[in-house]
C-alpha cells in the first residue's frame, strides 16, 4: 500500500509518514514528481521483499512491478528507460507497468513555495557534507533532502543546523515495511528515493514556480561515484550506483522527457575524497565535524561505528590521511597491517591491494574494462584519472599503516 497503513501483516506498506510529512510542508510539486516518488517508493519496498539468495544465481532478482499513477501513459512510454536505470542501480531485472489511480493531494490553500535557490543531498556522509558546506560559502541557498536513517537522524539535523548559520531541512523516511523481508537487505535500488525526494523538493521552491530551472546537487566523490570493481572477481560494485555518470545519466532523460526543470549535478565526479577534503571552502567547520560524517558500509552492524575496512572506510581513511593524517574517527579494525583474516587478510583489503597492483600492471583503461565503455559516461579521460587518484590515495594509506 503507497500513502498508507496496510494493517496486514502480509501485506506491504510504504510512505504513510512521508505523505504527512509533506502536508505539513504545505509545498505544491509538480503532478509527474509525485508519480516520480511513487515509483521510488515501489521501487525501494521491492527491493526489501527480493531475497538475492533465492535468485537462480544467488545475486540477480527479477522483479515485474505495476504502479498507480496520475499519468500512466507517460510512464509507460518512458518504462524501458526506467528499467534501464534500475537495472544498472541493483544490478537486477525490472519489469515495470504504470496503472491510472495515483496520488495527487489537493495543495493547501496558500502553498508555501520555498525561496531557496537549489537542492542538496544531505546524508550524514562526509562528501555530501563537504558538498554542502561548499555552496554555502560559494553564496548559494541550498534547501537539504535527507532519508532519516538510523545512526544518521540525528546528525544530518544537526549538520543542516550548523552549516550556514542554518539550512532549511526537509528530513523524512520511507518507513517500508515488507512481509518477510530480505535479512540483511541489500537495499541496492534504495538510492532511487534519495534523488526522488530531492526532485520532489525542488519542484517546489519559488523558482521553479517562476518557470525557471533548479539543480539539484548530488555530491559524491568520482572514485566511489564510479565504483570500479577492485578485482575481476568481485561480484555487484564497491557502493551503491547513486552517483554513476549512467544512473545520472538515465534519470536526467527521464526527467527531461517529464519536463520536469531539475538539473542533476554532482560538483565532485572528478574529484577524489581527499581532494574534496582538502580543497573544500570552510575548513574550520569541517575541521571541526569531519569526524562524526559516517562513510562505512557496514556501519549499523558494526553498532553504528566504522569497520575500518570495507572499501568505503579504506577510502575515506585514505582521503584523512592525505587531508591531516590519521583524524579522529573510531574504527573496529584500526590497525589493518595484523596479519589475520580480520585485518590484512580481510577480502575487501586484499582486494585493495590486488587492485592497486593490478591497475599498475596493465593500465587503467584495461583494468577498469567495461565501467566507462557506455556512451552515456562523457568525460572519460578525467575520469580515468580521478581512479588513478584515488587508487593512489588509498595506497598511500596502506604504506602508511604497513599493509603488505
Not at 581527499?274 to 575548513?283: A, F, I, P, T
Not at 585485518?343 to 567495461?370: N, P, Q, Y
Request: charged content about 20%; some cysteine.
Amino acid at each position: 500500500m503507497l500513502y498508507g497503513n496496510s494493517g496486514d501483516p502480509m501485506r506491504g506498506s510504504v510512505g504513510a509518514a512521508l505523505k504527512q510529512a509533506i502536508a505539513r510542508e504545505k509545498v505544491a510539486p509538480a503532478a509527474r514528481a509525485w508519480d516520480l516518488l511513487s515509483l521510488a517508493l515501489a521501487v525501494v519496498s521491492s527491493d526489501l521483499a527480493g531475497h538475492r539468495d533465492r535468485s537462480s544465481d544467488g545475486w540477480t532478482r527479477e522483479f515485474d512491478l505495476t504502479i498507480s499513477v496520475v499519468d500512466a501513459p507517460f510512464w509507460n512510454d518512458n518504462a524501458e528507460t526506467l528499467q534501464r536505470l534500475l537495472a544498472y542501480l541493483s544490478t537486477d531485472r525490472w519489469t515495470l507497468r504504470f496503472v491510472e489511480g495515483g496520488i495527487l493531494p489537493q495543495p493547501d490553500r496558500q502553498p508555501k513555495h520555498p525561496t531557496e535557490d537549489c537542492i542538496v543531498l544531505l546524508s550524514g556522509g562526509l562528501d555530501s557534507y563537504i558538498g554542502t558546506i561548499d555552496l554555502v560559502e560559494q553564496g548559494r541557498r541550498p534547501l537539504a533532502v535527507s532519508q532519516m536513517v538510523r545512526g544518521d537522524g540525528e546528525k544530518q539535523v544537526a549538520f543542516a543546523a550548523e552549516i550556514g548559520g542554518g539550512l532549511r531541512h526537509f528530513q523524512v523516511n520511507h518507513n517500508a515495511d515488507v512481509p518477510d523481508p530480505e535479512n540483511p537487505p541489500s537495499q541496492r535500488a534504495r538510492s532511487i528515493i534519495f534523488l526522488a525526494y530531492g526532485v520532489f523538493m525542488a519542484t517546489t521552491l519559488a523558482r521553479y514556480h517562476a518557470g525557471e530551472e533548479v539543480t539539484l546537487y548530488v555530491c559524491e566523490n568520482g572514485f566511489i561515484a564510479l565504483n570500479p570493481p577492485l578485482t575481476g572477481g568481485r561480484l555487484g560494485s564497491l557502493s551503491t550506483r547513486t552517483t554513476h555518470p549512467i544512473v545520472l545519466s538515465l534519470l536526467q532523460q527521464v526527467l527531461d522527457a517529464a519536463g520536469l526543470r531539475v538539473r542533476i549535478v554532482n560538483p565532485y565526479r572528478f574529484k577524489t575524497k581527499g581532494e574534496m577534503l582538502q580543497e573544500c571552502l570552510g575548513q574550520p567547520l569541517l575541521a571541526a565535524h569531519a569526524h562524526q560524517t559516517t562513510s562505512c558500509g557496514r556501519f549499523k552492524q558494526f553498532g553504528y561505528k566504522h569497520c575500518g575496512r570495507c572499501v568505503p572506510c579504506q577510502v575515506r581513511r585514505a582521503a584523512f590521511h592525505a587531508w591531516c593524517g590519521q583524524g579522529s574517527t573510531y574504527y573496529v579494525y584500526d590497525n589493518l597491517a595484523l596479519d589475520d583474516d580480520e585485518h590484512a587478510g580481510f577480502d575487501d583489503v586484499r582486494s585493495a591491494l590486488i587492485g592497486i597492483g593490478e591497475r599498475r600492471e596493465m593500465g587503467t583503461a584495461r583494468w577498469l574494462g567495461s565501467t566507462l565503455s557506455s556512451n552515456l559516461v562523457v568525460d572519460k579521460p578525467a575520469l580515468v584519472k580521478v581512479v588513478e587518484r584515488g587508487l593512489a590515495e588509498i595506497e598511500s594509506l596502506m604504506l602508511a599503516l604497513g599493509v603488505r
